[in-house]
């Protein structure tokens, strides 16, 4: 397709007027001679000396996966079949799917260049062409052409940015380090190694038959017990998919969720996960070792924003009939009010009788935005008020939460992550399990 730019269509609107003007005075044809056919010269001259549309080609090198929440870009290389008549283009993909809109990339001199996309939510991206558009050497008219390029690509949880967020949040040494030992009293329940017994050690810990066959007073030395289970219960439902600071909460529990994951893995626990809204719709048993974590965020990506209310009945039952061993169950999740907590607080207390729970929240920055500025209107009064109420009712949930034992973890977005890795870390340091 060739149009004309801007540009020439200001000449040629100038270049009429004059002609206008010769007609209404009645001097002949000269002036239309002298005003268009210098122009119609240099329009003609602009078509001929910039590429024809059959000597540009683009190449475009497709990806497979996008991470969510990170810029990505796609490579692209401009492919001129009459290397005399290189001009600088713009390249821009008809893409589809959770992406803001891409910028075109413009490619010139080196002829390389790349379109950068910036996913907001998971799902997949696809795109079945590349348009290319260039203007002639005067810029009066402007060619545009389409290529093939097909792109079938996920968007999934950011696992490398988890990975290095949580290897610098946890900085705990006796988890990521290794098997440190641990001779604080209360601090180690496995069985280590035999010491020397010194003044100022817990004599609980004497070994006395090891101390009357050596004829030295040895003393028990123990470390932190590995190998426990971190279930994540990660709700999906009608509530998750509001979005606070550009993504759902559902996102910020599923980046919350992989970064504890990942540090209970280093930790030496093993990590499983569930996913619920009106039934559960994934379970992946205790899985071990660091490499699991990949696996995890692999099952999570396909979850979707889901619509229904979260049953947290058949969630917590099937908890309870899958997960024999005692563990912490860490539920992101999310509720309204008092009324609507009934049903949760009543599975989560029956649950807690066996298990270690964590609830997790995210705390909307509305409410409290809300609740620390001064109201300068009737309405401005109007929601500070449904703003104290909302907080208000959600204390009360957590103060019932925390008398049947479970641990409550209420945070804004950029802090999240930070405090459930603290609760985890905490749990573990004071062997809870």
């Not at 540009?7 to 000269?30: E, Q, R, T």
């Not at 990505?72 to 492919?79: C, H």
């Not at 426990?228 to 606070?244: C, F, K, Q, T, Y």
């Not at 969630?315 to 005692?326: C, N, P, Q, S, Y």
Request: no cysteine; net charge neutral.
């Amino acid at each position: 397709m060739i149009r004309p730019t801007k540009k020439s269509i200001l000449i040629i609107a100038i270049a009429i007027f004059p002609a206008l003007v010769s007609v209404f005075l009645n001097v002949g044809p000269w002036p239309w001679v002298i005003s268009l056919v210098p122009i119609a010269a240099a329009l003609l001259a602009d078509i001929f000396f910039s590429p024809r549309l059959d000597e540009v080609h683009v190449e475009a090198e497709p990806r497979h996966t996008f991470y969510l929440g990170e810029k990505a870009t796609i490579p692209i290389k401009v492919v001129f079949r009459s290397p005399h008549r290189r001009k600088a283009i713009e390249v821009a993909g008809d893409f589809a799917g959770p992406i803001l809109p891409p910028e075109p990339a413009v490619v010139s001199g080196e002829l390389l260049g790349n379109i950068e996309l910036s996913p907001h939510a998971r799902g997949r991206i696809h795109s079945s062409q590349l348009w290319i558009r260039w203007t002639g050497p005067l810029g009066l008219f402007e060619k545009i052409t389409t290529t093939n390029f097909s792109l079938e690509a996920d968007i999934v949880p950011n696992t490398k940015a988890v990975q290095r967020a949580a290897i610098r949040l946890a900085t705990h040494s006796t988890l990521l380090v290794g098997a440190k030992t641990q001779n604080q009293r209360g601090e180690g329940s496995e069985f280590d190694a035999l010491r020397r017994y010194v003044q100022g050690l817990d004599t609980r810990f004497i070994d006395w038959k090891a101390s009357a066959k050596h004829r030295s007073l040895l003393w028990r030395e123990h470390r932190v017990e590995r190998n426990h289970n971190v279930i994540l219960a990660i709700d999906s439902g009608r509530l998750m998919s509001e979005p606070i600071d550009d993504y759902t909460r559902l996102d910020h529990a599923i980046n919350a969720g992989l970064m504890v994951g990942y540090v209970s893995l280093r930790a030496g626990d093993n990590v499983g996960l569930l996913t619920f809204d009106s039934e559960v719709r994934t379970f992946i048993p205790p899985l071990k070792g660091v490499s699991s974590a990949q696996l995890l965020a692999k099952h999570l990506a396909p979850v979707t924003y889901s619509a229904d209310e979260a049953n947290y009945t058949l969630a917590i039952t099937e908890l309870g009939t899958k997960v024999k061993r005692r563990s912490v169950i860490i539920v992101l999740t999310e509720f309204i009010d008092t009324i609507g907590a009934e049903l949760l607080i009543e599975n989560l207390g029956r649950l807690a009788k066996r298990h270690l729970i964590v609830f997790v929240t995210l705390r909307d920055p509305f409410l409290k935005n809300s609740q620390e500025t001064l109201p300068r209107d009737i309405v401005e009064v109007g929601k500070t008020t449904l703003a104290f109420e909302l907080e208000s009712e959600r204390r009360l949930v957590f103060k019932e939460l925390q008398r049947l034992g479970v641990f409550v973890v209420d945070a804004l977005p950029e802090n999240l992550s930070v405090e459930l890795i603290n609760t985890y870390l905490e749990i573990h340091r004071r062997e809870l399990l």
